[in-house]
């Protein structure tokens, strides 16, 4: 069971500074007040590995979250394998929680791999992911062929292609759904500017665009969790409104796609 709200840390890679550090360290530890598990990284984030693998020890955090990262190499096997040890000691965890293979580079060769240092104790889950519609083609060639744990998709009321075969599939496959880029890459926040909302979203507990972003995303019946990009400890208290009151039902999605459409 995983808490609905993740964190999302592509903004994470601030290097050695503890200025910048400083922020992240609060929202990291705001998130782990509202009982968020999930985590979720890459090496392609610039130094976002290490800054978390750091601050998770200085929180004393890591029995209580579940930690994802990613592999992008298509060099061959040996370079993928160098690449996920490196992220194992960056994040400084023996076990990784969850290892994907990012925008489902050279998944052929690199989810045999995870699987089998999966089988040697090396993560717990396997999972592959996109944020791109048009890598859906090889996602869903890869789900079709693979049983993986997890997929990681972009999904929102603005970018719905998913919701047309990946996330039924998903669904069908078994397989939990990490949803990326709820809020459409900021782009939604621009669409909605300092409009009201309407007043009709108040009965389903919704008092920020954020909330209304991500209930719409998280409401999904194959979702599971959606991760966010918090870098401050405001935005984390905002993103968890989405998880507490009702969830909206297949009309009021309906409701809310009209509403986002004739923006």
Not at 119 to 128: K, V
Not at 153 to 163: D, G, H, L, M, V
Request: charge should be negative; proline fraction near 4%; aromatic fraction near 8%.
């Amino acid at each position: 069971m995983l808490p609905i709200i993740g964190l999302g840390t592509n903004r994470y890679g601030v290097g050695e500074s503890a200025e910048a550090r400083a922020p992240l360290k609060e929202a990291l530890a705001r998130f782990h007040d509202w009982r968020g598990t999930v985590v979720d990284t890459a090496p392609s984030y610039r130094s976002s590995e290490t800054v978390l693998g750091d601050m998770i020890a200085e929180l004393g955090i890591r029995d209580d979250l579940f930690v994802a990262s990613k592999v992008d190499r298509d060099s061959g096997r040996e370079d993928s394998q160098a690449q996920m040890r490196d992220s194992s000691r960056k994040l400084r965890i023996e076990t990784l929680d969850l290892m994907q293979v990012h925008n489902v580079r050279d998944w052929q060769r690199n989810i045999p791999l995870i699987r089998e240092l999966q089988q040697q104790g090396q993560f717990r889950y396997i999972g592959l992911t996109t944020s791109r519609s048009s890598e859906y083609e090889d996602m869903e060639m890869a789900m079709q062929r693979h049983d993986l744990d997890f997929i990681q998709i972009n999904y929102s009321i603005e970018q719905r292609i998913a919701a047309d075969r990946l996330l039924p599939l998903a669904a069908d496959r078994g397989m939990a759904v990490i949803i990326n880029r709820a809020f459409g890459g900021g782009r939604i926040f621009k669409a909605v500017g300092d409009g009201p909302m309407p007043a009709w979203a108040g009965d389903l507990g919704i008092s920020s665009w954020a909330q209304f972003l991500l209930k719409y995303a998280l409401s999904h019946p194959a979702a599971t969790v959606a991760i966010p990009g918090m870098t401050k400890a405001r935005h984390v208290d905002d993103n968890f409104g989405a998880a507490h009151g009702p969830m909206p039902d297949e009309a009021q999605r309906k409701k809310m796609e009209a509403f986002y459409d004739a923006l």
